[in-house]
């Protein structure tokens, strides 16, 4: 069980940007993989970024090259730097995080983003 803060979500127009981050309580053990899932209205829950503690990132084909995932140094912490937003990007976004590649995630309170004129 990892509790995780997450900050940065709101209503942006399109083609505008939107950086969200996502602190985690653990500090004394390493958490294997970060990442950021979201689930939008009438949409099956989506996997969008993770990233390892290598920092090894993985996108969803329809966010590369506009999303940018990256950890803090201490490894708990993981951000998403959201380019180029597009109506379709609206979700609520949930932060994960796994202590090892083998564990249960643990999820974030989630946090909307809203890309609308």
């Known amino acids: 069980q990892v509790q995780l803060v997450e900050s940065g979500g709101g209503l942006v127009q399109p083609g505008g940007s939107l950086s969200l981050s996502c602190a985690a309580s653990?500090?004394?053990?390493?958490?294997?993989?970060m990442g950021w899932y979201r689930q939008a209205p009438e949409k099956q829950r989506e996997l969008v970024a993770t990233i390892t503690t290598a920092d090894t990132t993985s996108y969803v084909d329809s966010v590369k090259g506009r999303f940018t995932i990256s950890r803090g140094g201490t490894k708990n912490t993981v951000y998403l730097q959201m380019n180029s937003l597009k109506p379709e990007d609206t979700a609520v976004y949930f932060c994960l995080a796994r202590r090892t590649y083998f564990s249960p995630p643990s999820w974030g309170q989630g946090t909307q983003v809203t890309v609308s004129s």
């Open positions: 653990e500090t004394s053990s390493s958490i294997a993989v």
